[in-house]
């Protein structure tokens, strides 16, 4: 092959969804074979949101914020919230095809 010795091997990917892909390729010569293990994490494209929250004075209020999980995997979200007056849960678990509310809880203790 020469001083390289590598030889490019490309591949095309194009997945429909976010979501962990597996992959095998196996390459087989007369005195050889390889197996190669492949995986690929895509990421959904991050999109920023807003929230914003009207209420009384010292009223309680409460949005669900809907996670979905169309991956192959379960998903294990841990909440860090910051800021004064916002509650929530600290785990939530979405499994596989489902969609999960978080229910986010601002509780203003002034005006």
Do not use: M
């Amino acid at each position: 092959l020469g001083v390289n010795d590598t030889v490019e091997f490309p591949i095309k990917f194009t997945p429909k969804h976010a979501g962990c892909y597996h992959c095998q390729i196996i390459l087989k010569s007369f005195c050889d074979i390889r197996v190669y293990e492949i995986e690929c994490v895509v990421n959904a494209d991050q999109a920023d949101a807003q929230l914003e929250f009207l209420t009384p004075a010292y009223q309680t209020l409460t949005q669900e914020i809907p996670i979905s999980n169309i991956s192959s995997e379960d998903w294990r979200f841990e909440a860090v919230l910051e800021g004064q007056c916002f509650h929530g849960p600290p785990v939530i678990n979405v499994p596989v095809g489902e969609t999960v509310p978080y229910p986010l809880t601002f509780k203003p203790v002034a005006e």
